[in-house]
């Protein structure tokens, strides 16, 4: 009767845990470049009771055997890159990677750090930056005087200068692609660096090497769907009562066993 007890009670925290993974996707619905996340489950050790193929007779084994399992556990919150939606803003300075990889962001203690969000701002230097102030590499300087910012899909970057017909480059973007996104740290922040199990990035210029392009105006907003997290949330809130069910049953079954001398 334990067993049912300790197992139910870990389908409790599991659930907990699935809830938490909703709730911080559904908060970040309006974040510029957010990746949704889930949580993925594994079932947890058995105990064999009777060995599937154990002998019967000498003639007959039994199919099937008797395993009765100790409940679950979460193992992985994986995290989703699927494109998110685009919005438009006609902003010059607002980017968006149309298909994969990262612009890369300068940290203050100088590591290289990860992102999707192309909500840009220049600095008091003319520097082009995020909305922390990181310089976004290659660093790009625009001159004080321009009077516009182009750039191409290809991640060219052009100001229009006073009296001046055709525009000056003033950088080129670099996108980062890694083998497995999913293993990339949070860092929160929108950004994200290298782990052991991401690999090592692959630089490279946009719409080459599988790498996207650039949409100059647009930002790429949250993949998260609002309708998918609320049906999550009512299936985790669903398991989580029927555990706690479980819990209440077999200990309406223990105090019955309590009460037999009575």
Do not use: C
Request: proline share 5%; hydrophobic share 40%.
């Amino acid at each position: 009767m334990m067993r049912s007890l300790w197992s139910a009670s870990t389908g409790m925290k599991g659930q907990e845990t699935n809830i938490a993974v909703v709730s911080n996707n559904l908060a970040n619905v309006s974040t510029t470049g957010f990746k949704k996340q889930r949580v993925d489950f594994e079932d947890l050790m058995y105990q064999t009771i009777i060995e599937p193929g154990a002998p019967i007779t000498a003639d007959h084994k039994y199919p099937v055997g008797v395993q009765l399992g100790h409940g679950v556990k979460p193992v992985a919150t994986h995290r989703l890159f699927s494109q998110g939606e685009y919005q438009e803003t006609d902003e010059s300075l607002d980017v968006a990677i149309e298909g994969e990889g990262f612009f890369q962001v300068q940290l203050p203690n100088g590591d290289i750090a990860y992102t999707r969000d192309g909500a840009w701002k220049i600095s008091e230097d003319g520097i082009v930056v995020n909305s922390l102030g990181y310089t976004i590499l290659p660093e790009m300087t625009l001159p004080q005087d321009a009077l516009g910012l182009n750039i191409t899909s290809t991640g060219i970057v052009a100001a229009k200068m006073p009296n001046q017909t055709d525009l000056e480059v003033i950088g080129q973007i670099e996108l980062a692609d890694f083998i497995n996104p999913a293993g990339l740290r949070a860092l929160g922040k929108n950004l994200f660096v290298p782990s052991g199990s991401s690999g090592d990035p692959v630089v490279g210029l946009p719409g080459t090497d599988e790498l996207g392009e650039i949409a100059q105006g647009f930002i790429e907003m949250s993949n998260v769907k609002v309708v998918e997290e609320m049906v999550n949330m009512i299936v985790a809130q669903r398991a989580y009562e029927a555990n706690s069910k479980t819990i209440q049953t077999s200990d309406t079954m223990l105090q019955i066993a309590n009460n037999l001398r009575r």
